[in-house]
């Protein structure tokens, strides 16, 4: 269930519900959980705009664009994390209608520690996340 934060200059992409849509959708495949509401639901991504001015490289080109993945300890392995850098980079370049973001989209994944991810006042370890699942899959 982790949260998506794209930083990019103001305009880069014209539908950017849809690139957060899409990123969400990317991150539950990865992450191989099962489509149902508490994870969709708990899956997010927000893409921020920035005046141009307000960022840059260390030669001065603005049109990089971040993507920071925020998910729980232990759910992504290398392969997997190999995967989501990859799709969310071309996932974000076509977006912005500009194959050669690819080569200026930089993906960083952090992992929330165990028991470090609140959802609706509870701050749930892994193994309470998966028994939620179960729960929910078992109709109850």
Do not use: Y
């Not at 014209?14 to 959708?25: G, I, M, N, T, V």
């Not at 191989?32 to 001015?53: M, R, S």
């Not at 995967?83 to 930089?106: C, F, K, N, Q, Y």
Request: proline letters at 5%; charged letters at 20%; aromatic letters at 6%.
């Amino acid at each position: 269930m982790p949260m998506i934060d794209v930083t990019a200059a103001t305009g880069t992409f014209s539908d950017k519900h849809k690139l957060a849509q899409d990123l969400a959708a990317c991150m539950m495949r990865w992450e191989a959980v099962p489509d149902i509401p508490f994870f969709a639901d708990n899956t997010a991504a927000f893409v921020h705009e920035l005046a141009p001015d307000s960022l840059s490289n260390a030669t001065g080109d603005h049109t990089h664009v971040r993507i920071a993945v925020l998910t729980p300890v232990g759910v992504l392995d290398r392969d997997k994390k190999l995967g989501v850098v990859r799709e969310m980079t071309e996932i974000t370049a076509a977006a912005a209608g500009d194959p050669s973001l690819a080569d200026r989209t930089w993906v960083l994944i952090s992992e929330a520690p165990d028991g470090g991810w609140g959802i609706a006042g509870h701050a749930f370890t892994n193994a309470e996340i998966a028994q939620t699942a179960r729960k929910i899959l078992a109709g109850g």
